[in-house]
Protein backbone atom coordinates (compact mmCIF):
# COMPACT_ATOMS: atom_id res chain seq x y z
CA UNK A 1 0.00 0.00 0.00
CA UNK A 2 1.30 2.99 -1.15
CA UNK A 3 1.91 5.68 2.36
CA UNK A 4 -0.57 8.86 2.64
CA UNK A 5 -1.75 11.24 4.78
CA UNK A 6 -5.22 9.26 5.02
CA UNK A 7 -5.21 8.51 8.80
CA UNK A 8 -7.21 5.57 10.27
CA UNK A 9 -7.61 6.82 13.61
CA UNK A 10 -8.17 3.83 16.34
CA UNK A 11 -11.39 4.76 18.49
CA UNK A 12 -11.76 4.23 22.04
CA UNK A 13 -13.10 0.28 22.15
CA UNK A 14 -15.80 1.30 24.61
CA UNK A 15 -17.77 3.15 21.64
CA UNK A 16 -20.29 1.17 20.16
CA UNK A 17 -19.84 0.28 16.33
CA UNK A 18 -22.59 2.65 14.16
CA UNK A 19 -21.98 3.08 10.76
CA UNK A 20 -22.91 6.58 10.87
CA UNK A 21 -19.80 7.88 12.47
CA UNK A 22 -18.05 5.16 11.23
CA UNK A 23 -16.01 2.78 13.81
CA UNK A 24 -12.72 3.81 13.49
CA UNK A 25 -13.16 6.89 10.89
CA UNK A 26 -10.55 7.54 8.53
CA UNK A 27 -9.55 11.09 8.80
CA UNK A 28 -7.42 13.23 6.41
CA UNK A 29 -4.60 14.85 8.72
CA UNK A 30 -5.89 13.31 11.76
CA UNK A 31 -2.84 12.07 14.22
CA UNK A 32 -2.74 8.64 14.11
CA UNK A 33 -1.21 5.56 12.94
CA UNK A 34 -0.89 5.19 9.21
CA UNK A 35 -3.66 2.39 7.80
CA UNK A 36 -4.99 3.63 4.13
CA UNK A 37 -7.10 0.71 2.58
CA UNK A 38 -8.44 3.18 -0.19
CA UNK A 39 -9.06 1.19 -3.61
CA UNK A 40 -8.29 -2.35 -1.88
CA UNK A 41 -10.95 -4.66 -2.14
CA UNK A 42 -11.74 -7.09 1.37
CA UNK A 43 -13.72 -9.78 2.35
CA UNK A 44 -15.71 -10.10 5.72
CA UNK A 45 -16.96 -13.67 6.75
CA UNK A 46 -19.79 -13.31 9.36
CA UNK A 47 -20.18 -9.68 8.92
CA UNK A 48 -23.70 -9.54 9.52
CA UNK A 49 -23.09 -8.27 13.30
CA UNK A 50 -20.12 -9.08 15.82
CA UNK A 51 -17.09 -9.10 15.37
CA UNK A 52 -17.10 -9.37 11.56
CA UNK A 53 -19.51 -6.67 11.30
CA UNK A 54 -17.57 -3.88 13.67
CA UNK A 55 -14.26 -5.22 11.62
CA UNK A 56 -16.16 -4.59 8.60
CA UNK A 57 -16.93 -1.26 9.48
CA UNK A 58 -13.53 -0.60 10.08
CA UNK A 59 -12.50 -1.63 6.71
CA UNK A 60 -14.73 1.08 5.60
CA UNK A 61 -13.75 3.44 7.67
CA UNK A 62 -10.11 3.08 6.80
CA UNK A 63 -11.55 3.39 2.79
CA UNK A 64 -11.29 -0.30 1.47
CA UNK A 65 -14.37 -1.53 -0.83
CA UNK A 66 -15.96 -4.42 1.65
CA UNK A 67 -17.88 -7.02 1.22
CA UNK A 68 -19.15 -9.00 3.73
CA UNK A 69 -20.87 -11.85 3.83
CA UNK A 70 -23.25 -14.04 6.53
CA UNK A 71 -26.47 -15.67 6.54
CA UNK A 72 -28.77 -12.58 7.64
CA UNK A 73 -28.06 -9.47 7.90
CA UNK A 74 -30.64 -8.21 10.61
CA UNK A 75 -29.61 -4.62 10.66
CA UNK A 76 -31.74 -1.44 8.81
CA UNK A 77 -28.73 -1.08 6.26
CA UNK A 78 -25.22 -1.66 6.10
CA UNK A 79 -22.28 0.45 4.37
CA UNK A 80 -20.91 -2.41 2.22
CA UNK A 81 -22.11 -4.14 -0.30
CA UNK A 82 -23.58 -7.84 1.56
CA UNK A 83 -23.66 -11.24 0.19
CA UNK A 84 -25.84 -13.38 2.35
CA UNK A 85 -24.49 -16.63 2.07
CA UNK A 86 -23.92 -20.38 4.26
CA UNK A 87 -20.40 -19.91 4.59
CA UNK A 88 -20.72 -24.14 5.26
CA UNK A 89 -22.20 -24.73 1.61
CA UNK A 90 -19.09 -24.94 -0.31
CA UNK A 91 -21.16 -24.82 -3.96
CA UNK A 92 -22.98 -22.02 -3.19
CA UNK A 93 -19.19 -20.12 -1.53
CA UNK A 94 -17.96 -21.21 -4.90
CA UNK A 95 -20.63 -19.67 -6.62
CA UNK A 96 -20.08 -16.56 -5.42
CA UNK A 97 -16.64 -15.92 -5.08
CA UNK A 98 -15.93 -17.14 -8.39
CA UNK A 99 -18.64 -14.25 -9.51
CA UNK A 100 -17.39 -11.29 -7.25
CA UNK A 101 -13.96 -12.58 -8.45
CA UNK A 102 -14.83 -12.43 -12.19
CA UNK A 103 -15.35 -8.58 -11.56
CA UNK A 104 -12.53 -7.59 -9.61
CA UNK A 105 -8.87 -7.44 -10.53
CA UNK A 106 -7.60 -8.53 -7.13
CA UNK A 107 -8.84 -9.36 -3.53
CA UNK A 108 -6.49 -7.42 -0.96
CA UNK A 109 -7.98 -9.00 2.31
CA UNK A 110 -9.96 -11.87 3.28
CA UNK A 111 -10.98 -11.96 7.10
CA UNK A 112 -12.78 -15.17 8.24
CA UNK A 113 -14.76 -14.40 11.36
CA UNK A 114 -17.90 -16.33 10.74
CA UNK A 115 -18.52 -18.63 13.55
CA UNK A 116 -20.99 -20.39 15.43
CA UNK A 117 -20.54 -21.80 19.73
CA UNK A 118 -22.90 -24.83 20.42
CA UNK A 119 -22.48 -25.61 24.41
CA UNK A 120 -22.08 -28.83 26.02
CA UNK A 121 -20.19 -31.38 27.84
CA UNK A 122 -18.61 -33.80 25.45
CA UNK A 123 -20.80 -37.03 26.65
CA UNK A 124 -23.42 -34.81 26.26
CA UNK A 125 -23.25 -32.92 22.41
CA UNK A 126 -25.33 -33.83 20.11
CA UNK A 127 -23.44 -35.47 16.96
CA UNK A 128 -25.35 -32.41 14.63
CA UNK A 129 -24.04 -30.06 17.22
CA UNK A 130 -20.42 -31.27 16.78
CA UNK A 131 -20.64 -31.25 12.78
CA UNK A 132 -22.38 -27.83 12.64
CA UNK A 133 -19.83 -26.21 14.61
CA UNK A 134 -17.21 -27.84 12.67
CA UNK A 135 -18.88 -27.39 8.93
CA UNK A 136 -19.46 -23.39 9.82
CA UNK A 137 -15.82 -22.66 12.33
CA UNK A 138 -13.94 -24.64 10.21
CA UNK A 139 -15.71 -25.18 6.67
CA UNK A 140 -16.46 -22.17 6.02
CA UNK A 141 -12.89 -20.93 6.37
CA UNK A 142 -11.61 -24.00 4.02
CA UNK A 143 -14.40 -23.37 1.51
CA UNK A 144 -12.97 -19.52 0.90
CA UNK A 145 -9.38 -20.92 1.00
CA UNK A 146 -10.57 -23.07 -2.11
CA UNK A 147 -11.82 -20.68 -4.00
CA UNK A 148 -9.19 -17.69 -3.26
CA UNK A 149 -5.92 -18.79 -2.80
CA UNK A 150 -5.41 -19.40 -6.99
CA UNK A 151 -6.40 -15.78 -6.71
CA UNK A 152 -3.92 -14.75 -4.13
CA UNK A 153 -0.83 -16.29 -5.66
CA UNK A 154 -1.77 -15.14 -8.85
CA UNK A 155 -1.75 -11.30 -8.06
CA UNK A 156 1.37 -12.43 -5.73
CA UNK A 157 -0.03 -10.61 -2.42
CA UNK A 158 -2.50 -10.02 -0.20
CA UNK A 159 -3.13 -10.67 2.82
CA UNK A 160 -5.50 -12.67 5.07
CA UNK A 161 -6.51 -12.40 8.94
CA UNK A 162 -8.60 -15.60 10.95
CA UNK A 163 -10.99 -15.36 13.75
CA UNK A 164 -9.95 -18.18 16.21
CA UNK A 165 -10.46 -18.13 20.12
CA UNK A 166 -8.71 -18.23 23.29
CA UNK A 167 -10.36 -21.72 23.03
CA UNK A 168 -7.95 -22.77 20.88
CA UNK A 169 -5.19 -22.17 23.74
CA UNK A 170 -6.93 -23.11 26.88
CA UNK A 171 -9.77 -25.94 27.31
CA UNK A 172 -12.95 -24.61 28.45
CA UNK A 173 -15.59 -26.84 30.60
CA UNK A 174 -18.73 -27.49 27.96
CA UNK A 175 -16.86 -25.98 24.87
CA UNK A 176 -15.39 -29.27 23.31
CA UNK A 177 -16.72 -28.63 19.96
CA UNK A 178 -16.00 -24.74 19.83
CA UNK A 179 -12.37 -25.09 21.19
CA UNK A 180 -11.63 -27.79 18.83
CA UNK A 181 -13.06 -26.44 15.98
CA UNK A 182 -10.55 -23.77 16.66
CA UNK A 183 -7.70 -25.52 17.12
CA UNK A 184 -8.55 -26.66 13.78
CA UNK A 185 -8.91 -23.82 12.38
CA UNK A 186 -5.63 -22.14 13.83
CA UNK A 187 -3.84 -25.00 11.96
CA UNK A 188 -5.77 -24.92 8.81
CA UNK A 189 -5.27 -20.79 8.42
CA UNK A 190 -1.19 -21.60 9.43
CA UNK A 191 -1.24 -24.07 6.65
CA UNK A 192 -2.62 -22.14 4.80
CA UNK A 193 -0.51 -19.15 5.26
CA UNK A 194 2.81 -21.55 4.55
CA UNK A 195 1.31 -22.54 1.14
CA UNK A 196 0.69 -18.80 0.24
CA UNK A 197 3.95 -17.23 1.38
CA UNK A 198 5.89 -18.29 -1.47
CA UNK A 199 3.40 -15.51 -3.48
CA UNK A 200 3.94 -12.96 -1.46
CA UNK A 201 0.40 -13.48 0.81
CA UNK A 202 0.46 -12.84 4.56
CA UNK A 203 -1.77 -15.24 6.46
CA UNK A 204 -2.54 -14.44 10.16
CA UNK A 205 -4.83 -15.43 13.00
CA UNK A 206 -6.53 -13.32 16.18
CA UNK A 207 -7.95 -15.21 18.87
CA UNK A 208 -10.01 -12.66 20.99
CA UNK A 209 -11.09 -14.10 24.27
CA UNK A 210 -14.71 -13.23 26.27
CA UNK A 211 -16.15 -10.07 23.69
CA UNK A 212 -18.92 -8.24 24.51
CA UNK A 213 -20.83 -9.30 21.43
CA UNK A 214 -24.38 -11.55 20.88
CA UNK A 215 -22.58 -14.76 21.00
CA UNK A 216 -20.41 -13.89 24.64
CA UNK A 217 -24.05 -12.92 26.40
CA UNK A 218 -25.99 -16.13 25.74
CA UNK A 219 -23.38 -17.54 27.64
CA UNK A 220 -24.33 -14.64 30.46
CA UNK A 221 -26.86 -15.71 33.20
CA UNK A 222 -27.16 -13.51 35.52
CA UNK A 223 -27.14 -9.63 36.37
CA UNK A 224 -23.65 -10.02 37.20
CA UNK A 225 -22.20 -12.24 34.72
CA UNK A 226 -19.77 -10.02 33.03
CA UNK A 227 -18.00 -9.44 36.47
CA UNK A 228 -17.97 -12.64 37.37
CA UNK A 229 -16.03 -13.67 34.42
CA UNK A 230 -13.64 -11.19 34.92
CA UNK A 231 -13.00 -12.12 38.58
CA UNK A 232 -12.88 -15.97 37.07
CA UNK A 233 -14.71 -19.09 37.80
CA UNK A 234 -12.26 -21.72 40.41
CA UNK A 235 -14.84 -24.11 40.01
CA UNK A 236 -14.59 -24.11 36.38
CA UNK A 237 -10.46 -23.80 36.14
CA UNK A 238 -10.82 -20.56 34.72
CA UNK A 239 -9.04 -17.72 35.15
CA UNK A 240 -10.17 -14.17 35.85
CA UNK A 241 -9.26 -11.47 33.16
CA UNK A 242 -5.94 -9.64 34.28
CA UNK A 243 -6.68 -6.60 32.97
CA UNK A 244 -9.91 -5.97 34.30
CA UNK A 245 -12.26 -5.86 31.51
CA UNK A 246 -14.06 -7.86 28.81
CA UNK A 247 -13.13 -6.83 25.39
CA UNK A 248 -15.23 -5.38 22.96
CA UNK A 249 -15.37 -6.06 19.09
CA UNK A 250 -13.62 -2.77 18.42
CA UNK A 251 -10.42 -4.01 20.40
CA UNK A 252 -10.39 -7.29 17.76
CA UNK A 253 -11.25 -5.00 14.99
CA UNK A 254 -8.27 -3.00 15.53
CA UNK A 255 -5.89 -5.95 15.54
CA UNK A 256 -7.44 -7.29 12.29
CA UNK A 257 -7.15 -4.09 10.29
CA UNK A 258 -3.15 -3.93 11.89
CA UNK A 259 -2.43 -7.45 10.62
CA UNK A 260 -3.97 -6.63 7.25
CA UNK A 261 -1.68 -3.53 6.69
CA UNK A 262 1.67 -2.68 4.97
CA UNK A 263 2.37 -1.89 8.84
CA UNK A 264 2.74 -5.38 9.65
CA UNK A 265 4.02 -6.59 6.53
CA UNK A 266 6.80 -9.01 7.84
CA UNK A 267 4.33 -10.60 10.10
CA UNK A 268 3.02 -13.75 8.76
CA UNK A 269 1.66 -17.47 10.19
CA UNK A 270 1.29 -15.42 14.02
CA UNK A 271 -1.72 -15.93 16.37
CA UNK A 272 -2.42 -12.80 18.19
CA UNK A 273 -4.58 -13.39 21.86
CA UNK A 274 -6.68 -10.76 22.52
CA UNK A 275 -8.10 -11.55 25.82
CA UNK A 276 -7.00 -9.19 28.50
CA UNK A 277 -4.40 -11.58 29.81
CA UNK A 278 -7.22 -14.04 31.07
CA UNK A 279 -4.52 -16.93 29.42
CA UNK A 280 -1.57 -16.33 31.20
CA UNK A 281 -0.08 -16.52 27.52
CA UNK A 282 -0.94 -19.93 26.85
Not at 95 to 118: F, K, P, Y
Request: with cysteine; hydrophobic share 45%; proline share 3%.
Amino acid sequence: MAQSTWRYRFRDAREKPDHRCLVGAAEPGAAGMTLDFRGKNVWVTGAGKGIGYTTALAFVAAGAKVTGFDLAFPLADYPFACETLDVADAAAVADVCQRLLTNSARLDVLVNAAGILRMGATDELSPDDWQQTFAVNVGGAFNFFQQTMAQFRAQKGGAIVTVASDAAHTPRLGMSAYGASKAALKSLALTVGLELASSGVRANLVSPGSTDTDMQRTLWKSDDAEQQRIRGFAGQFKLGIPLGKIAQPQDVANTILFLASDLASHITLQDIVIDGGSTLGA
